[in-house]
């Protein structure tokens, strides 16, 4: 009961505190009759929660070492476990990685996070982390060279699916003046027929 209570809170330290406790006190009092067969049970319940604490934590470590691309992979793979355990069940809050992004205001890990995106052969994604670096008030002589990469990539791609030109650029439309430049990178790299 008390495991619940202490998940309810998000409180993983205490939880993972109490397991250890109650293993110790089962191995210093044999006496006690508690069931170390059901404290095993207990423990295997709440090891995905445990170990997604503890990846959870991992990410707070590289951020604050400002280890930001190690820090979205984290994200990413903390996402999936997340999942994968179906640890929605326990009612634990965890929030996407773009709202992550958003939360932490940092422009170097959006910066960083709209590279990895482009790294990772994802160059929508990696426009909606430019853009968001910009409402973040990011610097655009920063993000011009990975901008200019992004236009010529979605260019490209649009092109091999056949894409309106104009209804392309209407998806990636945003009203700041660094789309001017993305619109020439992206039109120059457009084969048109």
Do not use: H
């Not at 990636?172 to 992206?186: D, I, L, P």
């Amino acid at each position: 009961k008390k495991a619940e209570i202490l998940i309810g809170r998000e409180q993983f330290d205490e939880l993972n505190t109490a397991l250890e406790q109650a293993k110790m006190y089962v191995s210093t009092y044999p006496e006690c009759n508690i069931d170390n067969s059901e404290l095993k049970k207990l423990e295997l319940k709440y090891q995905s929660i445990l170990q997604f604490y503890s990846m959870y934590n991992l990410i707070g470590e590289k951020l604050y070492e400002k280890g930001y691309k190690e820090a979205i992979k984290l994200y990413i793979e903390l996402m999936n476990y997340y999942t994968s355990k179906d640890l929605v069940q326990y009612n634990i809050t965890f929030i996407s990685l773009e709202n992550f992004i958003l939360k932490q205001k940092l422009q170097d890990l959006t910066f960083e996070t709209a590279t990895y995106y482009l790294e990772g052969v994802n160059p929508e994604l990696s426009l909606l982390y430019l853009k968001i670096f910009d409402d973040q008030g990011g610097d655009p002589k920063k993000s011009k060279k990975l901008l200019l990469i992004v236009a010529k990539k979605l260019a490209k791609k649009d092109d091999a699916i056949g894409i309106p030109i104009n209804e392309a650029l209407g998806k990636y439309e945003y009203n700041n003046s660094w789309f001017g430049t993305f619109r020439v990178a992206y039109l120059k790299n457009r084969v048109i027929k």
